[in-house]
């Protein structure tokens, strides 16, 4: 592992036991005004999660909105309706063990059944099935090639393959491979003036073996604006197959289009106009269906 | 097997949405104090929208909807706050307390 990638789990474990941590004092403890902190605590760390899984919008969001506006209205909530000169600020819970029973069945069934039972769909579909890799002098190599989005950030569509500026590119045979072969994937791009410019290609990654296949990716990394093209090839000790184009694709300029922020403008005033127009009127309405609520009644 | 956040980003924020919401029922179930049991729900909500966020940025081809879902989420889960503060002030002025187990009026 690098260190980057240390450092990123190290991260998100502590944000993580932060989130959870608040979340357990959310729940014990004993002083509402600790619960409505630790809660802090939780919308905070979970901005954090948000910020790991590179959801910039969602993390202003939360914050501005979570943090700002809804814990500021709980926290009014508790000091319109305790005497705040009361040195205990009583948090009444009456938890038996019937109800810690249902909540950790409904945590070990959630994660049972949805995450562990079930395999996410991880990975785009091959864009290319059942290429051959021709090594000298041997049966060729059937695989399938796939190229998806590496990180998580969410990739821009073009011609129904999700691209962006951090590409995984995997090779996944049909039987397994002898050790020695490794896969090495290049990469060209399409020059200013014109023609095929050739980018140095990754290092021969070694095959893992996956259930009866054997696979091998690599990952290329802030990639520039342009036309790209894919290839791949197979490597066993000085021997090398042909190159394999997966396919071509234009790279947008994720200098300027990093995060989410403009798609989710886009959105905004696209496929979802008429639910963003349906909220504000909702929010509207909640406001003033609240202030009336709130309001002394007028005795005649 | 390797568990590690940057190898499976999805198993892991599935796992503490899963945490945060029974953490979110538990509160919802136990406490008797209203406001104690607006902030299970908002421990809730936030377990969804680690849901929301996870899938969207870690499922290949998810695209934004799941972001703008937790945006929609994000967005009611004020206007239910503000509701729910009025709420819990009218039963403040009617009952003198803000317990949810001695709020009856509608079983007489």
């Known amino acids: 592992m690098a260190t980057s990638e240390i450092l990123i789990n190290l991260v998100y474990y502590v944000v993580a036991a932060a989130a959870l941590g608040g979340g357990v004092a959310v729940a014990v403890s004993k002083n509402i005004v600790r619960s409505a902190f630790a809660l802090l605590t939780v919308l905070f760390s979970v901005a954090g999660v948000y910020a790991l899984a590179r959801a910039d919008f969602i993390v202003a969001a939360q914050i501005l909105i979570y943090v700002g506006g809804i814990l500021v209205l709980i926290i009014f909530a508790i000091m319109l309706t305790h005497k705040i000169t009361d040195v ?3 948090n009444e819970s009456s938890p038996g063990p019937v109800s810690v029973t249902a909540c950790l069945s409904v945590f070990v069934l959630i994660v049972t059944a949805f995450v562990y039972g079930y395999s996410w769909k991880r990975e785009a579909a091959p864009v290319r099935g059942s290429v051959d890799f021709a090594l000298e002098g041997r049966p060729p190599v ?11 950030l969410t990739g821009v569509e073009f011609d129904g393959k999700v691209l ?13 491979v002898k050790e020695t072969v490794r896969a090495q994937f290049g990469l060209s791009r399409v020059k200013k003036g014109g023609g ?3 980018l140095p290609p990754s290092k021969p990654a070694p095959f ?24 791949a090839r197979l490597v066993d000790e000085g021997v090398e197959s042909p190159w394999v184009e997966f ?29 963003f127009e349906v909220v504000s009127v909702l929010l509207l309405a909640a406001l003033v269906g609240a202030a009336f609520l709130a309001r002394k009644e007028v005795r005649e | 097997m390797d568990w590690a956040f940057s190898r499976h980003p999805l198993e892991n924020l599935l796992v503490l949405s899963a945490a945060l919401f029974a953490l979110g029922i538990f509160t919802i179930i136990t406490r008797r104090n209203a406001v104690s049991v607006l902030m299970g729900v908002e421990l809730v909500l936030n377990a969804a929208n680690v849901n929301f966020v996870a899938f969207s940025q870690y499922v290949p081809g998810a695209g934004i909807h799941g972001g703008m879902f937790s945006i929609f989420v994000i967005l009611l889960a004020a206007a239910e706050a503000a509701v729910a503060l009025a709420i819990i002030i009218g039963i403040y002025q009617n009952f003198g307390r803000v317990d949810v187990d001695k709020a009856e009026l509608m079983k007489e």
């Open chain 1, 208 to 231: 893992a073996t996956e259930g009866g296949a054997a696979v091998a990716w690599t990952e290329f990394e802030r990639l520039e604006e342009g036309k790209y093209e894919w290839k």
């Open chain 1, 142 to 152: 059937r695989a399938d090639l796939s190229m998806w989005q590496g990180g998580g």
């Open chain 1, 247 to 275: 396919a071509q694709g234009q790279l947008p300029d994720f200098n300027s289009e990093k995060g989410l922020t403009k798609a989710i403008g886009r959105a905004f005033m696209g496929p979802y106009l008429l639910a």
């Open chain 1, 164 to 176: 962006d500026g951090f590409v995984r590119l995997k090779v996944k045979t049909s039987s397994s």
């Open chain 1, 196 to 198: 095929w410019e050739d």
């Open chain 1, 88 to 90: 205990k600020l009583s």
